[in-house]
């Protein structure tokens, strides 16, 4: 859920990154994060000025409300937290295949 | 039955006629979330069943829309995935259970409250595009509630018969379930001529009007009409007479389209072998597509301030270089002309120290702007100039009104050229550079910025605006924007002949270079490239080919020697409809001008 920052979690990754591409996080960048999420076994947390969204979830992600320039944080737990943060700073370092 | 002959009169967003019976589209927009409370075990049970089935239905209902989509028009499909996944988001799924589990509410208003909760979620996000994404959520949210009604399975039109489509509104959604359906042409009360559905009705080629305020209570289920998507008129219930005559321009219509946009790519040459610059206006790279679809010579107005606007910060060097670059190498061996910057202080506040303006017309924009801001200006002069060694690029300068302005921009430009030799950074060292005539006072010092300038490109929308001291968008003046009134003929008269004794090309960039009815006087100005919408370009080809240089002069020479804009306009419509009696009717419907 869409929510307040959670000082609980412990996160094994966090990264700085930002929206590069020209849309922002339009419908089908979310629908790109969905998609490589669910391929990980990862809690990944997209974080912006302390509101957080489930990478899994298409309308928190769309409501985070980030167009290009936005600064993100990409927080990530779980077995795989390291590689799924990797391909997730990858999809945004290659704009979302926005030509 | 409606009674015979009934006219009525929307925004016309397609173009095309079309003959059929009307269906009209019941409003799930109208569909009230009932409420009510659940008291028992099974009660609970039996709501979870209802809404999960509502789900799976609109579940397998999407899926077989986008299949069927996918065989003919595969760009379409994406939004119809988008309303497949937030079918199945949290938010609009495990919200609305969690409500009928723990608030013992029905599945309506569970739906309701859980659609509401996202409504206020998007009502808070800044970035209009993002924020216009609730129309899908919302689209998904009437989907479900009517299929939760049991009175409808959605709106769905499959037919085996003909139709044209009658409703409120239509969402993109709907609109590209049309494509390859039974649906002639559509009708909504909402909407205007850039509304995404009429965007999309063109793109699929689908005749619609829009705009036309009660169609859903005027227009009888099962009713006869002609829709004429090149007016905008629906005729209710037509006799044989009516249906007899649209049918004929129906057809002619047909013929029309097909032999202009057959040979749109082919060079618009007139009959005595002139040959005119056809071009494109564009604003983003991928606009580039669409100038090419329409057979673009090249890009005679490439505006720059998208990158500008769309962020909260400036773009950098390698941002801009990234987008000109893309398009030049699209257009290539094709010209593409840059305008530098057309934009006022106003639009910077946020990031730059200056106060709203009285009067932003007149105010501190375009050149004015960056000659004031010249770290801005040079960071759009080292890209421009960067992606000059990629194909055939020129520069132009907005709103020039001295000569001492674009003696300034030049030099400019000339350092960051400087710059970049410097640093071995390739660029085209004969990068022609133009002035932009939009100002009269540019009009005035023609001859002397024709010495200037390498070329003249002249903004008709600004020209006319200034020259007539008329605001377009003002509705009690608006009528008296004129753009053959007889001063501004005089002023591009001016122009072009200043052009010719300096030698340099006069090109022309406002919404007046792509009406059909001021070509033939335009051409016999003398004006040398016209750049316009793209989808004017096939039937601005066509109208050139038709023509006498000789012909035409004629006509601008009798224009100019008329002294009221009534008689110009009267004097150029008489000709078009005796010389080309289709383009006259049908010409500025299918180049998007009303």
Known sequence: MHGKHQESEPYEVEWEIWVENRLGIHARPAAQIMNLAAQFDATLILEKDGLQANTRELLALLALDCPQG???????SGAEAWQAAQALAGLFARKFGET | MSEQNRILKGIPASPGIVIGRARVLSDLGDFRASYRLLFTEEEKIAEIKRFESAVDQAHADLTRLKEKIAAEFPEHTHLLELHLLILKDQMLYDEPLRFIKESNLNAEWALYRAFERVRELFNRIEDPYIKGRIQDVESVYRRLLGNLSGKSSGRYYYSSEPLILV?????????????????????????????????????????????????????????????????????????????????????????????????????????????????????????????????????????????????????????????????????????????????????????????????????????????????????????????????????????????????TARELLQAAAQELAEQDIPFDPNL????????????????????????????????????????????????????????????????????????????????????????????????????????????????????????????????????????????????MSERFPEIFRFGSALAGIQ
Do not use: W
């Not at chain 2, 005089?490 to 406002?510: L, T, Y």
């Not at chain 2, 016999?524 to 601005?540: C, F, Q, R, T």
């Open chain 2, 432 to 575: 022609p550079v133009g002035a932009m005539i939009e100002v009269p006072a540019a009009v005035t010092l023609c001859r002397v910025l024709a010495r200037e300038a390498d070329f003249f490109s002249i903004g008709t929308n600004d020209l006319i605006q200034y020259a007539l001291a008329i605001d377009r968008g003002n509705k009690m003046v608006a009528s008296m924007y004129q753009p053959l009134h007889p001063a501004v003929m005089h002023m591009i008269q001016q122009v072009v002949a200043a052009g010719r004794e300096a030698g340099i090309p006069v090109a022309m960039c406002g919404e007046m270079a792509g009406d059909p009815l001021h070509i033939p006087i335009l051409l016999g100005l003398g004006v040398d490239e016209l750049s316009m919408n793209a989808m004017a370009i096939p039937v601005i080809k066509s109208v050139i080919r038709q023509f006498n240089l000789d012909e035409a002069r004629e006509m601008a020479a009798k224009a100019l020697d008329m002294v009221t804009v009534e008689e110009i306009n009267d004097f150029a419509s008489q000709k």
């Open chain 2, 167 to 407: 409703a409120r509104d239509l969402s993109p959604a709907e609109t590209s379930q049309m494509a390859g359906s039974k649906v002639l042409g559509f009708i909504t009360e909402r909407g205007g001529k850039t509304s995404h559905t009429a965007i999309m009705a063109q793109s699929l080629e689908i005749p619609a009007v829009v705009g036309l305020d009660n169609a859903t209570r005027e227009i009888i289920p099962g009713d006869e009409l002609i829709l004429d998507g090149l007016t905008g008129r629906v005729i209710l219930s037509p006799g044989n007479g009516v249906i007899k005559k649209y049918r004929a321009r129906k057809q002619e219509f047909e013929a029309f389209k097909d032999a202009v946009t057959r040979s749109s790519s082919a060079p618009a040459v007139t009959l005595d072998g002139h040959p005119v610059q056809v071009l494109a206006n564009i604003e983003l790279p991928e606009e580039v597509q669409l100038a090419q679809k329409y057979g673009a010579d090249g890009v005679g107005l490439y505006r720059t301030e998208f990158l500008y606007m769309r962020q909260p910060r400036m773009p950098t060097e390698a941002e801009l270089f990234e987008d000109y670059r893309r398009v030049v190498e699209a257009m290539q061996p094709r010209q593409v002309t840059i305008r530098t910057l057309d934009i006022g202080g106003d639009k910077f506040i946020s990031r730059l120290e200056y106060a709203p303006e009285m009067n932003p017309a007149l105010g501190l924009r375009a050149i004015r702007f960056c000659l004031r801001e010249q770290e801005i200006f040079r960071t759009q002069l080292r890209a421009i100039l960067r992606a000059s060694a990629f194909g055939q690029v020129r520069i132009m300068f907005p709103l020039i009104s001295s000569v001492q302005e674009m003696r």
């Open chain 1, 70 to 76: 936005t600064r993100l944080v990409i927080k990530a």
